[in-house]
């Protein structure tokens, strides 16, 4: 009786959601084909699990088109109405979801300028390290959207595939979460062998995966806790995702963590930096018991550091470390083209 309840309630709120506010624009395929010329490979920017990603300009606008792959493609009715219900939870820290084109399952996100958080993090295109202030503000910034997401009624959204690659910024190095519901608009099948995908495949992205997932085969949103974690280790280490927490813990028994932080950032505070780490650290456990709140727990503490960063003295500059200002403003411009990310 109480299942059926809440199925009715889940199933009155959607239809609410999607019956009020329609905010996004349908566009039909020759829009789509204009805008991508004919889904040139010129203009492919990425290829994820769900298909590839495509630049483009609609409405003179740049954007990113996302195009599901063909049996990613749900009944048009369904994946009309989950469009609605994803256009309708909006954050300022999520990617914007613009438009969609039902009939071919494209999707039409803004455009993000500055990449993702993984190709700043590595420096692709030769782009200044970011300051450790920008990274304390990041670390929060995807926290606050996380905690939005996992607050979603009727039923909390489980992002998951949270990890640096999925993380873009904007022209103002805004943090967006992308992604987000996308395992919505797809049969349950081909969402759980995406999933799947990522644990067999050779590009490293299991290491953001829940090992209790990997039990259980259920996903909650302790999942996306572990994968924050996995990702909060990189944000100040700028290293790869495999063993990451294992080589951190290890390095803070034997007092050599200031060893592990990026070296791109030469003024590190190392007190807070620890801080940082051992929150992270907390979030990667293998049980997802043990892994903090999100909201009681996680968000405060990246909040503290991200206050810290803002009132410190800020004679360096703030997005950028200080041994990057005096690179030019050109090498930050040809590292924005790098848009591997909108892909994954």
């Known amino acids: 009786m109480k299942a059926r309840r809440e199925a009715e309630q889940k199933d009155r709120a959607l239809s609410a959601m999607t019956h009020n506010d329609v905010r996004y624009r349908k566009y039909n395929i020759e829009e789509i084909e204009k805008a991508t010329e ?3 490979q010129s203009m492919k920017i990425g290829e994820g699990g769900y298909g590839p990603v495509y630049k483009g300009i609609l409405d003179h606008t740049p954007v990113a088109i996302k195009v599901l792959r063909p049996d990613a493609a749900q009944g048009r009715k369904q994946f009309q109405q ?16 613009l438009g969609a084109c039902p009939e071919y399952g494209c999707l039409v996100y803004e455009f993000m300028n500055n990449g993702s958080l993984e190709d700043r993090l590595f420096r692709r295109g030769n782009s200044p ?6 990274r304390f503000q990041i ?6 959207a996380l905690l939005f997401l996992h607050q979603t009624k009727p039923e909390p959204l489980v992002h998951r595939d949270l990890k640096p690659a999925n993380i873009l ?4 190095f805004v943090t967006k979460i992308s992604d987000v519901g996308l395992a919505r608009l797809v049969p349950p099948s081909v969402a759980d062998s995406v999933t799947q995908y990522h644990l067999t495949s050779a590009a490293g992205t299991f290491c953001y995966i829940d090992p209790e997932y990997q039990q259980t085969g259920k996903l909650t949103t302790k999942s996306d806790i572990y994968s924050l974690g996995i990702m909060l280790l990189q944000i100040i280490t700028a ?11 290890r390095a ?4 050599t963590f200031a060893e592990l932080l990026d070296p791109s950032v030469t003024d590190w505070p190392f007190d807070e930096a620890l801080a940082f780490a051992k929150l ?4 990667a456990e293998l049980r997802k018991k043990d892994r903090p709140d999100l909201g009681t727990v996680i968000l405060p503490e990246l909040n503290r550091l991200r206050e810290l960063g803002r009132t410190s003295d800020a004679s360096t500059s703030y997005g950028y470390s200080s041994s990057s200002q005096s690179q030019s403003h050109a090498s930050r411009d040809s590292a924005s083209s790098t848009h591997d990310s909108q892909g994954n």
């Open 38 to 40: 004919d889904f040139s």
């Open 82 to 97: 989950e469009v609605e219900v994803l256009s309708c939870i909006r954050h300022p820290n999520m990617v914007l979801l």
């Open 129 to 134: 390290p970011l300051s450790w202030r920008r």
């Open 139 to 144: 670390a929060a910034e995807i926290a606050t």
């Open 169 to 172: 910024l904007d022209r103002n």
């Open 239 to 249: 290293k790869p995702p495999m063993g990451i927490a294992h080589h951190v813990q």
């Open 252 to 255: 803070i028994q034997r007092d």
């Open 280 to 283: 992270s650290l907390k979030c």
